[in-house]
């Protein structure tokens, strides 16, 4: 989150923007985050490297030494210091990309997935050196993996680039705030957690540090995830390779659809945040798939799709939190009525808490997020059988810049704590209805409301303190002060127009 920034990620990234020329940034994002990653991969290596020189008997170009301490090995002519000397060269571009093709050479998880045309012509030589030179501070030793100094660089950087690409940077960036809040709220200390559309891998960085931050264990989670966009699932495999988090995302990008890589998975936790109202999803050729148990959904919106994904996904107590357009919660297609009509009644959905407009980089359509719950009698919980929580988060968040918002830490404790005090988590405190707010409705009353699933049809209209001013006082009030505005803006007029006169502008 903005407010998280480490003070250099800023100026790093004005800097690093010089490269890019003409480039468009959807190349650029590549060439940036590439040099970052070998910068990083490299700074483990060489600290490791000193260690060994000065420890008897220890070999620094044993390569068993680095997989033991889960350092990726990194060859002579592809560590940073070698980078560096060469940065002026006019074939600094072929340098770097044989430094790649070795560093994937040598470690089997980062095959076919690191960025390979440095050498290309469009690419500045000049400029390139430059940014070399300027990627010269520590991110991969031991200290700044502790400070997680490039991810966060590199969260700031997907960020920006999102930003920059507008409708197409969302493909593989969910803001950093919407991503906190999914994983707050379903709590993945323990098990499989599984993201279908998985961009960039945010939703597995939330839930590792989620883990860190409540003093569990790391190996504790394993991350299973899915991405169509080729260019996307190589940017995720390197997201989580620099944070050191073991993941299964297939043996290449796939349409979830179409070929799921996972078949036989069954999660205890599901984030994802699909992309909204898919047209083209290929819906058509998949009428007879068993995914669908509550209903084919149409083929012109992919969205109930996502939406039964993910629920065939689920383990017997698994619980779901996905973003999906607020058209989700109450479109009346034949189609997605039906199916959500009885995913209802089969009492799977859990909380639905809409979100306030412009958080996202790629789209202006407000956004909602959905719960599921496979059984709501679970592990340790209050029995929420027939009952569905519904959560006005709109006016919430802050906004950041002149076109986004983003929520804040309490905004996100404020939804969490309330989600969980509804489940019956002791330590969250007692749940109650709040006017405009939220809201446990029962089942019988989502049906009587035709099954429209949007939380301002239930939560009600907040209470709004008593006026005592008493409605002739208040108009005397007011009509005078009108009457003061209006003078001066006669005032105002009669001098613009003397001004304009002076310079002989009459009107």
Known sequence: ??????????????????LRGSMDSAEYKHVVLGLLFLKYVSDAFEE?????????????????EYVAASIFWVPKDARWSHIKNNAKKPEIGQIIDQAMIDIEKENASLKGVLPKDYARPALDKTRLGEVIDLFSFKVGDEDSRSKDVLGRVYEYFLSKFASAEGKNGGEFYTPNSVVRLLVEMIEPFKGRVYDPCCG????????????????????DIAVYGQESNPTTWKLCKMNLAIRGIDSNLGEHHADTF???????????????????NISDWGGDRLADDARWSYGIPPAGNANYAWIQHMVNKLAPSGVAGFVLANGSMSTSTTAELEIRSKLVNADMVDCIVTLPGQLFYSTQIPVCLWFIAKNKASRGLRDRREEILFIDARKMGQMVDRTHRELTLEDIKKIADTYHAWRGQAEAGVYEDVKGFCKAAKLTEVQEHEYILTPGRYVGIEDVEEDSEPFEDKMTRLTSELAEQFAKSRHLEEEIRKQLGGIGFEF
């Open 48 to 64: 490791k490297y000193e260690a060994l020189k000065n420890e008897p008997y220890a070999d620094p170009e044993d390569r068993d």
């Open 258 to 276: 179409h070929n799921d890589l996972h078949k036989n998975l069954k999660a205890d936790y599901i984030l994802a945040n699909p992309p909204f």
């Open 200 to 219: 960039s891998g945010g939703m597995f960085v939330q839930s590792e540090k989620f883990v860190e931050e409540h003093q569990g264990k790391l190996g």
């Open 1 to 18: 989150m903005a407010t998280a920034n480490l003070g250099f990620e800023e100026k790093l990234w004005s800097m690093a923007d010089k």
